[in-house]
Nanobody, 118 residues
Protein backbone atom coordinates (compact mmCIF):
# COMPACT_ATOMS: atom_id res chain seq x y z
CA UNK A 1 0.00 0.00 0.00
CA UNK A 2 1.41 3.34 -1.03
CA UNK A 3 0.43 6.95 -1.32
CA UNK A 4 2.92 9.08 -3.23
CA UNK A 5 2.85 12.86 -3.42
CA UNK A 6 4.15 14.95 -6.30
CA UNK A 7 3.98 18.49 -7.61
CA UNK A 8 5.90 20.39 -4.97
CA UNK A 9 8.55 22.94 -5.78
CA UNK A 10 9.62 26.55 -5.53
CA UNK A 11 7.05 29.21 -6.35
CA UNK A 12 6.90 32.97 -5.88
CA UNK A 13 4.39 34.57 -3.53
CA UNK A 14 1.04 34.88 -5.25
CA UNK A 15 1.75 31.91 -7.47
CA UNK A 16 0.03 28.54 -7.80
CA UNK A 17 0.90 24.88 -7.51
CA UNK A 18 -1.09 21.70 -7.91
CA UNK A 19 -0.16 18.77 -5.74
CA UNK A 20 -1.11 15.22 -6.63
CA UNK A 21 -1.34 12.12 -4.47
CA UNK A 22 -1.38 8.78 -6.26
CA UNK A 23 -2.56 5.73 -4.37
CA UNK A 24 -1.57 2.17 -5.15
CA UNK A 25 -1.93 -1.21 -3.56
CA UNK A 26 -5.50 -0.66 -2.51
CA UNK A 27 -8.80 0.13 -4.10
CA UNK A 28 -9.07 3.89 -4.06
CA UNK A 29 -12.75 4.13 -3.53
CA UNK A 30 -15.43 5.83 -1.57
CA UNK A 31 -14.20 3.84 1.44
CA UNK A 32 -11.10 6.02 1.79
CA UNK A 33 -11.22 9.53 3.14
CA UNK A 34 -8.23 11.53 1.90
CA UNK A 35 -6.42 14.47 3.36
CA UNK A 36 -3.53 16.84 2.85
CA UNK A 37 -1.41 17.84 5.82
CA UNK A 38 1.66 20.02 6.09
CA UNK A 39 4.57 20.46 8.42
CA UNK A 40 6.82 23.49 8.52
CA UNK A 41 10.21 23.41 10.27
CA UNK A 42 9.74 23.54 14.02
CA UNK A 43 5.98 23.12 13.76
CA UNK A 44 3.64 20.22 14.26
CA UNK A 45 1.93 18.56 11.34
CA UNK A 46 -1.40 20.22 10.63
CA UNK A 47 -4.45 19.50 8.55
CA UNK A 48 -4.69 21.53 5.37
CA UNK A 49 -7.73 19.98 3.70
CA UNK A 50 -9.66 16.74 3.65
CA UNK A 51 -12.28 15.13 1.46
CA UNK A 52 -14.63 12.24 2.10
CA UNK A 53 -14.61 9.08 0.02
CA UNK A 54 -17.38 10.16 -2.27
CA UNK A 55 -16.08 13.69 -2.51
CA UNK A 56 -19.24 15.13 -1.09
CA UNK A 57 -17.72 16.81 1.93
CA UNK A 58 -14.56 18.84 2.35
CA UNK A 59 -12.84 20.55 5.26
CA UNK A 60 -10.23 23.30 5.06
CA UNK A 61 -7.93 24.92 7.56
CA UNK A 62 -8.91 28.54 8.12
CA UNK A 63 -5.52 29.66 6.83
CA UNK A 64 -6.14 28.21 3.35
CA UNK A 65 -9.88 28.74 2.87
CA UNK A 66 -10.61 30.48 -0.39
CA UNK A 67 -7.12 29.77 -1.73
CA UNK A 68 -6.76 25.97 -1.75
CA UNK A 69 -9.08 23.38 -3.25
CA UNK A 70 -9.02 19.64 -2.61
CA UNK A 71 -10.50 17.23 -5.14
CA UNK A 72 -10.29 13.58 -6.04
CA UNK A 73 -10.60 11.32 -9.05
CA UNK A 74 -11.47 7.85 -7.80
CA UNK A 75 -11.15 6.38 -11.29
CA UNK A 76 -7.51 7.50 -11.40
CA UNK A 77 -6.71 6.73 -7.75
CA UNK A 78 -5.60 10.31 -7.25
CA UNK A 79 -6.36 13.23 -4.97
CA UNK A 80 -5.32 16.78 -5.77
CA UNK A 81 -4.62 19.98 -3.90
CA UNK A 82 -4.85 23.13 -6.00
CA UNK A 83 -3.03 25.92 -4.22
CA UNK A 84 -3.50 29.50 -5.37
CA UNK A 85 -2.35 32.85 -4.01
CA UNK A 86 0.49 31.15 -2.20
CA UNK A 87 2.14 32.90 0.71
CA UNK A 88 5.57 32.41 2.30
CA UNK A 89 3.83 30.95 5.34
CA UNK A 90 2.54 28.12 3.14
CA UNK A 91 6.11 26.83 2.93
CA UNK A 92 6.16 23.30 4.32
CA UNK A 93 6.39 19.64 3.49
CA UNK A 94 2.96 18.53 2.32
CA UNK A 95 1.81 15.03 3.14
CA UNK A 96 -1.04 12.96 1.77
CA UNK A 97 -3.06 10.74 4.10
CA UNK A 98 -5.52 7.99 3.31
CA UNK A 99 -7.93 6.67 5.95
CA UNK A 100 -9.84 3.47 5.45
CA UNK A 101 -13.26 4.00 6.88
CA UNK A 102 -14.80 2.94 9.17
CA UNK A 103 -11.77 1.10 10.53
CA UNK A 104 -9.48 4.07 10.90
CA UNK A 105 -6.51 2.44 9.15
CA UNK A 106 -4.16 5.24 8.10
CA UNK A 107 -1.60 5.44 5.31
CA UNK A 108 0.82 8.33 4.92
CA UNK A 109 2.96 9.45 2.02
CA UNK A 110 6.54 10.65 2.44
CA UNK A 111 5.73 14.22 1.53
CA UNK A 112 6.56 16.81 -1.09
CA UNK A 113 8.27 20.12 -0.32
CA UNK A 114 6.57 23.39 -1.20
CA UNK A 115 8.66 26.53 -0.91
CA UNK A 116 7.08 29.94 -1.40
CA UNK A 117 9.76 32.57 -1.77
CA UNK A 118 10.80 35.43 -3.99
Amino acid sequence: VQVVESGGGLVQPGGSLRLSCAASGFTFSTRYDMGWYRQAPGNERELVASITGGGGSTIYADSVKGRFTISRDNAKNTVFLQMNSLKPEDTAVYFCRAVRTPYGIVYWGKGTLVTVSS
